[in-house]
Structure formats: C-alpha cells, structure tokens
C-alpha cells in the first residue's frame, strides 16, 4: 500500500483528491493519509474556484491527519510519496527536498518557475534514485492520446496542419501575478505546448505575439507558431480574459494527408477523408486520474518514468521561455536551444 501525502489544498489539490479518493475506491494499493496545506482550517470549510469542478465545493476531511506545515506532516505521518499541488514557484525547492530525503514526487504542472530550477529538478531525480512525475495531464487525456495514437500509426498520414485552444476567465490570487505563476503562458498555455511537445518533438523555432491585459499578470492573450523542418503548420492559442458565462474551454482540430481528427472538449471526432466519419471511444476517465494510475504502476513496478520524463517536462518550460521572449519582440523567430 502506496502511503501518499498531499500538500496544497487549493483547486488542484483538491482536484487530486478527488482522484486519489477514487483511486482508493476503485481498488488501487493506495492511500491518502494526511493533507498538509498552511491555510487548512479556512479551507476545509470553504470552496475554491477553479475553471473546472470539483466533486465537492466543501469537503470533509475528517478521515484525514491535517497539517499546516509541511515538517510536521513528515515527522509525524510515514509516508511513500508526496502529491504537490503548490503554487508554481515553490516547486522546485520543495520537490528537489523531497526527492533529496527518500519520497516519491508527485508535482503539479508547471514543472518550475524557470527552466533553470526544473534542471534541478532533473538533477535530483537522478541524484535520489526516486520517481518524479510532473503532472502533464494532457499526455494522459484520452482525447490527447487518441490523437497521439492516431499520429505515430501513419494510418492517415503526416500531419500538415495542427490546431490547440484553451481558454477560461481570469484567475485570483498568486496566479495573476507573473513573477510568481509565469501568467498565461507558464500556467494555462503551457499545456498545449507541452503536448504539442509531445505529439511532434521539440520544435526548431517559435514565434508568439502576445498580450498583456491584466496588471502585473504578464501576457494573457497568446498566439504561438511552432516551426518543423517537414514544413506542418502548428498553432496553439490560449486567453484567460474569456470572462461572463464562458466558462473553460479545450480543443484541437488536426489535419492529415488522409483525414482530420478533431477535439471539441468533450470527443473526439474522426474524419477519414473518403469514409464516414466517427467518433472515437475513449476512456471515461480524466487525466487527472490516469496520471496518477501510472504514477503508482511505475513505483509499485519500479518503472522508469517514459510517458512524462523529467527531463522533457523541463524541456517544454524552455520552449514557453522561447516564446515570452519572442512575444517580447512582437512575435520575432526565436530558435528552441
């Protein structure tokens, strides 16, 4: 039995939760012991808003060891890992501790603040001999690996075109502020350039116009251009200024030699190009829960971790650099190093 704690009980600690819960209940060698966060009295009692639900606006923790410091929580309470739902700029200081002192990391994305604290982290890794996930949820989203799935078969051909949006109202707290969180782009773009990252490698240059709209947040607006040597055209576009009923949206469409595949959200939509179309059948579950499945397969197995390495996780953070600083240059060609 996998004995895990989780620091940070804001929105995705609490969207962790949920999973390990279900994780628990569904059978998995797994348990949630202790939930540490500096703010755990108020929070258990209140809601934290998030541009996705929880399963619950108020929990009851009751069956839980509490704590507000994360020292206590480690002296008191043996635990195999560690689930870090903190915010960004404290993940590489508090991963790296943990990995250096024998625990499991399991860290929220992004990796780091900066590309240069997430090598760190690579180091650590290797340093400890101990596993470091990095919670890239769309490599393990069903609509994602469909697409990935329908990439590396050829069945429809190369890609010639590929599409991502995300989009949601604004955030609250450290999240708009951008020496803390890297704004947009480090926290809600980052996701589609990591997979973009993931479905085609690392791209030889980008180029990204962005803007600024909320004080002190960085850019909240932006549009990248990932160049490939085979000549595809990528483009990925996120804002978190959607504000009113808008809500939260995530996609792609995709364009093939031989079809399209595209990704309203909610399913996927095939488009052979001289067949019916269908719509794919995927897993009910969420990334969020299948991260976290394959991050007890590879401890329980002694796996070494391949669908989220660290070290391509720090690598996606030095592709959202490449673009702040072409945004910087109203959209100037900047090569990926």
Known sequence: ??????VGFGFMGRMNFDQYVQLQEDGHPISLVAICDPQIKVLKHTKSAGNMNTAHEVYDLSPYSLYENLEHMLEKEELDAISLAVPTYLHAEMTCSLLERGYHVFCEKPMARHSAEAWKMVAAVQSSGKKLLIGHCLRFWPGYEYLKGIIASGEFGGVTEAYFYRGSGAPKGWLVNDELSGGCMLDMHVHDT???????????????????????????????????????????????????????????????????????????????????????????????????????KIIQNDEPVTLCMPESAAQSIEIIEAEIQSADQEGAWIRIR
């Open 1 to 6: 039995m996998l004995r895990v704690g989780l």
């Open 194 to 296: 990591d997979i973009i990252h993931h479905l085609f490698g690392k791209p030889d240059k980008v180029s990204t116009l962005g803007r600024k709209v909320l004080p002190g947040s960085g850019y909240d607006i932006v549009s990248t251009h990932y160049f490939y040597q085979d000549g595809k055209v990528v483009n990925a576009q996120a804002d978190w200024t959607l504000e009113g009923d808008f809500g939260f949206y995530m996609g792609y469409r995709i364009n093939f030699e031989r079809g399209n595949v595209v990704f309203d959200g909610a399913e996927v939509k095939v488009n052979p190009n001289r067949q019916p179309g269908f719509i794919a059948k995927l897993s009910s579950h969420t990334g969020y829960y299948r991260e976290l499945v394959y991050f007890l």
